[in-house]
């Protein structure tokens, strides 16, 4: 079973999405006689099981819960994690700016709890895949659950390791950093990326990316940027149209660039 | 060929990007014989073929250009276009948020020069597949030489009709509307997406926006989500890093919503 | 005593900001004998009397508090209210926009709890005056018990009435609408602005926004602006330097325009 | 004649703001038989001279003037300069956050071109004062013509020297650095401050404003506070409600101070 292959109806064994009031989403996978417990209700998986897509089915409290396929972005949120995840936000502009679509190999580093991981596995589809590193054994095999539970687990290859050992991959098309220290990493990267790949990371302080682009340059990457990415809600109440009060201000800086060779890179001009 | 079937150095017939100073790209199909001109010097094409990825090449006026694989951000912002498209920074919030990924079926309307086309065609891969509406042939012809460019038309079928008049497909992924007025076509949006589905749209104006949400509303519409992307870019100057001085402020609103029934939406919460 | 003559040490009868952890103030009139209660602790008033600005006092659970002349934001930011008041960040573009200096004539409505009034009449002077118009009585009430504890009343006339019924002040330089629906009494504020004179107002929602706009285009006010101000606060630590997390990401849109005659504007050109 | 002395009508002698199409100011002193000339036409003094506030007056080509009392914020964008100059947005938080109002002391380096220090002097009033500080004696000169041209010249000591050397004042209310290096300077800034007073910088780059965040800290500076501001503008057309395409995206990071001792601050909470 995979992503794209819903049928008309939810059938017992899928992975759907329960989205719920305030925009509250809820990842089962549907079983005979299993409930459907949260704060605002009990429903039961039969109520889902043979409904259309697009159902609502009220919980005994008589609050609403739609049937969807899961949606990727929600997905990504509501991932089990004990390490901070990287925000759709981001992670969009990651994907277009690397191009990780159909077909790439993509490798990642560390894993944490395999938020980003999902989301690589999910676009470079099955013809794609995705090697993650990571030193810890327990957000492994969190990442490896959450893969499972989702059926990307096949376009994976998790790896325990030590980023400073370097990768065994070689080749690969693009090489995403998650780590404190991006910067100690830079030739490990250019070892193991294809010429002309795309190297991305991630980094919360100015510190951080100071010493990313500092390095970068030292050690023959080009066409450096590096940006951030604000996302502005607006609440939805057409006749008195306005963002929300507040928002999230930070999540980090993205720092891309490509691996190629005799650099003499020029400033970077302004848009 | 494919975005995927690059091999090791780069051939006649592939399509390449050549990247130059100040991060100007270009993206030619290789030959023998030709050149390549542009006026920072000029290249034979021969100069390339046969040589790895992230080669510099040097025009006959000395200003480097690198040899790369074609960025897909890169490729969009480059098309040839007769209309305003797309920024990367909100496809890749589009592309994440509406799951726009390897296998889906996507409709978007109007084709315009092909710029979402050519980002949702990349992405879908060669499983998915994307309908383009667009009423304007002229429009249409522009689309269609863009993506037969850069091998993605067999992914993509283009139609000629107004959106008023609806689609013909039905039970697709995901919509996307980028005209000016996607108010007017919500019931033609609700009657071709699958149960569950998504939709999605960007207008500029809080005119455009407000009527939008209304509508959305109106037809059973649920989860309307509304927000707009700001990308800022730094500098890359490591020992005086600062953002750039200006910025582009305002590209557009995105709505997003999910095609549900009987939904009786409460006010969405503030972050 | 006024908010420029303060002696080389904290006298009794001094407004005095005392600043505590967390960057948290607290404003008090040091009395003989009183007491300062918080609970980081407890100070006598005393300890404070006849010391030096600047001095660090601990409180009874050792708690520090540094003894101030008082901040005119962190006095906003405190001030006692019983509705919304607005931002510092906002203010401060009023003042400079509008021009509000040392003797100018403002006027505002409504008073609400006297926040804006209070930086009014700060910045306004022994030379200036400020009109504040509110048809609640206990709004009134409250912001006057406010500019009182400042001792800024005596710069202050606070009138009881509908800004429906017009303004009995005329050629005033400035005035600063502060209700929810300033476009109906466009007609009120052009009879008591002097030629030429600032108009100003602050309104959440663009709904408020555009009906604001049009009507000031329709009643020859001339040089229209809207704008919004974003702080973007960051931590303070040196060697990880980062913006904070969050954000307050809306307070509102400000509209700005002059009073004159026989107006027949262009379009705003892009900045 | 001063800021607030202007008579029901222009009268020779006045400094007037002439606000054309485009909201293009000019700022100049009416006298008999001169001629006021721009790209879009003559018009004499004689024109404007006994002319109520708001009057419009064409230029022999028909453009449009309106004639008005000096706003302060587009007095400063207009000032003539040989130096970057701070804008609006930065120096109204800058007003408030320092509390620089009627009756204060401030003194700033370096002078620059006087935007500031014109802004400053605007807001102290008659009863306060501007020290202001720089080591080039063509930037005093400047920023003495254009204080003059403003008559704010008596509210304002230039001095010439440089900041190393220290200020000769003690006990100013609140000081200002707008130089390349302010944390080189903060022993300085320290000796001339009234204990409690308020010290503000503004720096461009990140790295300047670690370095002068790290050396308040080790100054017994306390409160301290780092910001930017980011103004966002609309285009005013109601019916096509819109942010402007680009807006200025970075002026400067401000870091505010409050000189207090004996401290030790516990990290900024989030807000």
Same mark, same amino acid.
């Given at each position: ?158 790896? =325990?390791?030590?980023?400073?050992? @370097? +990768?065994? &991959?070689?080749?690969?098309?693009? /090489?995403?950093?998650?780590?404190? !220290? ?33 390095? =970068?340059?030292?050690?023959?990457? @080009? +066409?450096? &940027?590096?940006?951030?990415?604000? /996302?502005?809600?607006?609440?939805? !109440? ?34």
């Amino acid at each position: 079973m995979s992503w794209s292959q819903y049928g008309e109806v939810a059938l017992e064994g899928d992975l759907v999405q329960l989205l719920g009031s305030g925009h509250k989403s809820h990842f089962i996978r549907l079983q005979h006689g299993e409930k459907f417990q949260t704060h605002r209700g009990v429903i039961q998986h039969d109520d889902f099981i043979g409904k259309a897509w697009g159902t609502r089915v009220n919980s005994h409290q008589g609050n609403p819960f739609y049937l969807l396929q899961p949606g990727i972005a929600d997905l990504i949120n509501n991932i089990k994690r004990s390490t901070q995840i990287l925000y759709p936000k981001d992670i969009g502009l990651i994907l277009i700016t690397m191009g990780i679509g159909p077909g790439q190999t993509v490798l990642e580093a560390g894993t944490g709890s395999g938020g980003l991981t999902t989301a690589f596995a999910y676009f470079v589809g099955q013809q794609g895949h995705v090697y993650s590193y990571d030193r810890n054994p327990e957000f492994q095999k969190l990442a490896a659950a959450n893969l499972s539970r989702f059926d990307l687990l096949d376009r994976v290859t998790l790896k =325990l390791g030590d980023v400073q050992d @370097g +990768f065994s &991959e070689n080749n690969v098309d693009a /090489i995403f950093l998650d780590v404190p !220290n991006p910067y100690d990493y830079l030739n490990q990267v250019k070892a193991t990326l294809k010429p002309g790949g795309y190297f991305g990371t991630l980094v919360p302080s100015f510190n951080q990316a100071a010493l990313t682009l500092k390095n =970068l340059k030292h050690q023959e990457f @080009g +066409f450096i &940027e590096m940006c951030e990415v604000l /996302i502005r809600y607006y609440k939805t !109440n057409w006749d008195r149209l306005r963002p929300t009060d507040r928002m999230i201000a930070h999540t980090g800086f993205m720092i891309f660039a490509r691996a190629v060779n005799e650099i003499d890179e020029e400033p970077t001009e302004d848009l």
